[in-house]
T-cell receptor, first 117, second 114 residues
Framework: AQKVTQAQTEISVVEKEDVTLDCVYE???????LFWYKQPPSGELVFLIR????DEQNEISGRYSWNFQKSTSSFNFTITASQVVDSAVYFC??????????????WGAGTKLIIKP | DGGITQSPKYLFRKEGQNVTLSCEQN?????MYWYRQDPGQGLRLIYY???????QKGDIAEGYSVSREKKESFPLTVTSAQKNPTAFYLC?????????????FGQGTRLTVV
Protein backbone atom coordinates (compact mmCIF):
# COMPACT_ATOMS: atom_id res chain seq x y z
CA ALA A 1 0.00 0.00 0.00
CA GLN A 2 1.22 3.48 -0.81
CA LYS A 3 1.51 6.00 1.95
CA VAL A 4 3.27 9.25 2.82
CA THR A 5 4.03 10.10 6.43
CA GLN A 6 4.97 13.52 7.71
CA ALA A 7 5.36 12.84 11.39
CA GLN A 8 5.96 16.44 12.37
CA THR A 9 2.60 18.13 12.70
CA GLU A 10 4.06 21.52 13.60
CA ILE A 11 7.55 22.94 13.93
CA SER A 12 8.42 26.30 15.42
CA VAL A 13 11.87 27.86 15.14
CA VAL A 14 13.42 31.27 15.47
CA GLU A 15 14.41 33.10 12.31
CA LYS A 16 17.83 32.19 10.90
CA GLU A 17 17.77 28.70 12.38
CA ASP A 18 18.00 25.71 10.08
CA VAL A 19 15.02 23.38 10.01
CA THR A 20 14.39 19.95 8.49
CA LEU A 21 10.98 18.63 7.54
CA ASP A 22 10.74 14.86 7.40
CA CYS A 23 8.93 12.78 4.80
CA VAL A 24 8.77 8.99 4.77
CA TYR A 25 6.99 7.11 2.02
CA GLU A 26 5.85 3.59 1.27
CA UNK A 27 5.47 2.14 -2.19
CA UNK A 28 5.90 -1.16 -4.00
CA UNK A 29 6.65 0.46 -7.33
CA UNK A 30 10.17 0.85 -8.60
CA UNK A 31 9.21 3.90 -10.63
CA UNK A 32 7.70 6.77 -8.69
CA UNK A 33 7.97 10.50 -8.15
CA LEU A 34 8.23 12.52 -4.98
CA PHE A 35 7.13 16.12 -4.60
CA TRP A 36 7.22 18.93 -2.08
CA TYR A 37 4.64 21.70 -2.09
CA LYS A 38 4.34 24.81 0.04
CA GLN A 39 0.97 26.17 1.18
CA PRO A 40 1.29 29.76 2.44
CA PRO A 41 -1.57 31.39 4.40
CA SER A 42 -3.10 32.54 1.11
CA GLY A 43 -4.13 28.95 0.46
CA GLU A 44 -2.79 27.89 -2.91
CA LEU A 45 -0.18 25.17 -3.04
CA VAL A 46 3.09 26.06 -4.70
CA PHE A 47 5.26 23.42 -6.32
CA LEU A 48 8.80 23.27 -4.90
CA ILE A 49 10.49 20.16 -6.28
CA ARG A 50 9.99 16.84 -8.06
CA UNK A 51 12.34 13.88 -7.77
CA UNK A 52 12.09 10.57 -9.62
CA UNK A 53 12.97 7.28 -8.00
CA UNK A 54 16.05 6.76 -10.14
CA ASP A 55 17.69 10.02 -9.21
CA GLU A 56 19.06 9.97 -5.67
CA GLN A 57 21.17 13.06 -6.04
CA ASN A 58 20.50 15.65 -3.42
CA GLU A 59 19.17 18.96 -4.65
CA ILE A 60 19.95 22.46 -3.49
CA SER A 61 18.05 25.55 -4.52
CA GLY A 62 19.15 28.63 -2.65
CA ARG A 63 18.29 28.11 1.02
CA TYR A 64 16.32 24.96 0.24
CA SER A 65 17.80 21.50 -0.01
CA TRP A 66 16.36 18.02 -0.33
CA ASN A 67 17.83 14.71 0.79
CA PHE A 68 16.42 11.66 -1.02
CA GLN A 69 17.40 8.30 0.46
CA LYS A 70 15.81 5.20 -1.03
CA SER A 71 17.41 3.00 1.63
CA THR A 72 15.27 4.64 4.29
CA SER A 73 12.38 5.65 1.98
CA SER A 74 12.79 9.25 2.97
CA PHE A 75 12.72 12.56 1.14
CA ASN A 76 13.55 15.21 3.69
CA PHE A 77 13.47 18.96 3.14
CA THR A 78 15.84 21.39 4.84
CA ILE A 79 15.56 25.16 4.98
CA THR A 80 18.80 26.89 5.86
CA ALA A 81 18.78 30.26 7.62
CA SER A 82 14.99 30.28 7.85
CA GLN A 83 13.02 33.46 7.28
CA VAL A 84 9.57 34.56 8.41
CA VAL A 85 8.34 34.23 4.81
CA ASP A 86 9.05 30.50 5.02
CA SER A 87 6.14 30.13 7.43
CA ALA A 88 3.66 27.85 5.72
CA VAL A 89 2.33 24.32 5.61
CA TYR A 90 4.58 22.02 3.63
CA PHE A 91 3.30 18.88 1.96
CA CYS A 92 5.21 15.89 0.71
CA UNK A 93 3.52 13.78 -1.99
CA UNK A 94 4.12 10.54 -3.86
CA UNK A 95 3.07 9.64 -7.39
CA UNK A 96 3.27 6.09 -8.64
CA UNK A 97 1.99 4.16 -11.60
CA UNK A 98 -1.43 2.63 -11.17
CA UNK A 99 -2.56 0.52 -14.06
CA UNK A 100 -1.63 1.93 -17.43
CA UNK A 101 0.36 5.14 -16.74
CA UNK A 102 -2.45 6.35 -14.55
CA UNK A 103 -0.84 8.28 -11.72
CA UNK A 104 -2.45 9.74 -8.65
CA UNK A 105 -0.81 11.87 -6.01
CA UNK A 106 -0.72 10.50 -2.47
CA TRP A 107 -0.33 13.29 0.04
CA GLY A 108 1.19 13.49 3.48
CA ALA A 109 -0.77 15.30 6.19
CA GLY A 110 1.52 18.30 6.01
CA THR A 111 3.88 20.01 8.44
CA LYS A 112 3.06 23.49 9.67
CA LEU A 113 6.24 25.52 9.91
CA ILE A 114 6.27 28.64 12.05
CA ILE A 115 9.26 30.95 11.83
CA LYS A 116 9.37 33.43 14.67
CA PRO A 117 11.12 36.78 14.16
CA ASP B 1 -1.04 36.09 -16.26
CA GLY B 2 -1.50 32.34 -16.60
CA GLY B 3 -2.99 30.50 -13.71
CA ILE B 4 -5.99 28.98 -12.02
CA THR B 5 -8.87 31.04 -10.72
CA GLN B 6 -11.27 29.72 -8.13
CA SER B 7 -14.38 31.55 -7.08
CA PRO B 8 -15.79 32.47 -4.74
CA LYS B 9 -13.11 32.60 -2.06
CA TYR B 10 -15.67 32.13 0.72
CA LEU B 11 -19.03 30.41 0.34
CA PHE B 12 -21.81 29.80 2.83
CA ARG B 13 -24.41 27.15 2.25
CA LYS B 14 -27.58 26.33 4.03
CA GLU B 15 -28.44 22.76 4.88
CA GLY B 16 -30.05 21.00 1.93
CA GLN B 17 -28.75 23.37 -0.75
CA ASN B 18 -26.54 22.54 -3.69
CA VAL B 19 -23.67 24.91 -4.38
CA THR B 20 -21.25 25.14 -7.28
CA LEU B 21 -17.59 26.09 -6.98
CA SER B 22 -15.96 27.56 -10.03
CA CYS B 23 -12.51 26.67 -11.36
CA GLU B 24 -11.03 28.20 -14.52
CA GLN B 25 -7.52 27.77 -15.92
CA ASN B 26 -5.76 29.51 -18.80
CA UNK B 27 -2.68 27.30 -18.79
CA UNK B 28 -3.96 25.08 -21.62
CA UNK B 29 -3.64 22.07 -19.32
CA UNK B 30 -5.40 18.85 -20.17
CA UNK B 31 -5.82 17.52 -16.62
CA MET B 32 -7.79 19.12 -13.83
CA TYR B 33 -8.49 18.06 -10.25
CA TRP B 34 -10.61 18.87 -7.24
CA TYR B 35 -9.26 18.28 -3.76
CA ARG B 36 -10.77 18.65 -0.33
CA GLN B 37 -8.61 19.77 2.60
CA ASP B 38 -9.67 19.41 6.22
CA PRO B 39 -7.70 20.82 9.16
CA GLY B 40 -4.62 18.77 9.97
CA GLN B 41 -5.10 16.49 7.01
CA GLY B 42 -3.58 16.14 3.61
CA LEU B 43 -5.42 16.65 0.38
CA ARG B 44 -8.06 14.15 -0.64
CA LEU B 45 -9.02 13.76 -4.27
CA ILE B 46 -12.68 14.28 -5.10
CA TYR B 47 -12.74 14.13 -8.91
CA TYR B 48 -10.26 14.42 -11.72
CA UNK B 49 -10.46 14.95 -15.45
CA UNK B 50 -7.79 13.88 -17.88
CA UNK B 51 -9.38 15.52 -20.89
CA UNK B 52 -12.44 17.46 -21.97
CA UNK B 53 -15.76 15.61 -21.63
CA UNK B 54 -14.20 12.98 -19.39
CA UNK B 55 -13.86 12.76 -15.62
CA GLN B 56 -13.29 10.12 -13.00
CA LYS B 57 -14.17 9.71 -9.34
CA GLY B 58 -11.43 10.16 -6.79
CA ASP B 59 -11.30 8.82 -3.26
CA ILE B 60 -14.20 10.83 -1.83
CA ALA B 61 -16.61 11.52 -4.72
CA GLU B 62 -19.84 10.77 -2.86
CA GLY B 63 -22.01 13.87 -2.57
CA TYR B 64 -20.13 15.75 -5.29
CA SER B 65 -20.53 16.15 -9.04
CA VAL B 66 -18.45 17.75 -11.78
CA SER B 67 -18.52 18.55 -15.47
CA ARG B 68 -15.81 19.21 -18.03
CA GLU B 69 -17.47 20.74 -21.06
CA LYS B 70 -14.58 23.08 -21.80
CA LYS B 71 -10.86 22.58 -21.40
CA GLU B 72 -10.60 25.71 -19.27
CA SER B 73 -13.38 24.97 -16.83
CA PHE B 74 -13.99 22.27 -14.21
CA PRO B 75 -16.82 23.29 -11.84
CA LEU B 76 -17.58 21.29 -8.72
CA THR B 77 -21.09 20.98 -7.31
CA VAL B 78 -21.45 20.10 -3.67
CA THR B 79 -24.82 18.47 -3.37
CA SER B 80 -27.12 18.11 -0.39
CA ALA B 81 -26.07 14.48 -0.26
CA GLN B 82 -22.64 15.49 1.03
CA LYS B 83 -23.07 15.08 4.77
CA ASN B 84 -20.12 17.13 5.95
CA PRO B 85 -19.29 19.69 3.27
CA THR B 86 -17.58 22.30 5.42
CA ALA B 87 -13.98 22.29 4.19
CA PHE B 88 -11.40 24.03 2.06
CA TYR B 89 -11.63 23.08 -1.61
CA LEU B 90 -8.69 23.31 -3.96
CA CYS B 91 -8.73 23.06 -7.72
CA UNK B 92 -5.59 22.14 -9.62
CA UNK B 93 -4.44 21.49 -13.15
CA UNK B 94 -1.46 19.82 -14.79
CA UNK B 95 -0.20 19.60 -18.32
CA UNK B 96 -1.00 15.91 -18.46
CA UNK B 97 -2.22 13.28 -16.05
CA UNK B 98 1.18 11.67 -16.00
CA UNK B 99 2.69 11.48 -12.54
CA UNK B 100 5.84 13.38 -13.37
CA UNK B 101 4.06 16.62 -14.14
CA UNK B 102 3.60 19.11 -11.36
CA UNK B 103 0.20 20.49 -10.49
CA UNK B 104 -0.73 24.15 -10.32
CA PHE B 105 -3.28 25.17 -7.72
CA GLY B 106 -5.90 27.84 -7.31
CA GLN B 107 -6.26 29.84 -4.11
CA GLY B 108 -9.11 27.70 -2.87
CA THR B 109 -12.71 28.12 -1.80
CA ARG B 110 -13.65 27.85 1.85
CA LEU B 111 -17.14 26.40 2.12
CA THR B 112 -19.10 26.66 5.35
CA VAL B 113 -22.49 25.14 6.04
CA VAL B 114 -24.67 27.41 8.17
Amino acid sequence: AQKVTQAQTEISVVEKEDVTLDCVYETRDTTYYLFWYKQPPSGELVFLIRRNSFDEQNEISGRYSWNFQKSTSSFNFTITASQVVDSAVYFCALSEAEGDSNYQLIWGAGTKLIIKP
Amino acid sequence: DGGITQSPKYLFRKEGQNVTLSCEQNLNHDAMYWYRQDPGQGLRLIYYSQIVNDFQKGDIAEGYSVSREKKESFPLTVTSAQKNPTAFYLCASSETYQGYTEAFFGQGTRLTVV
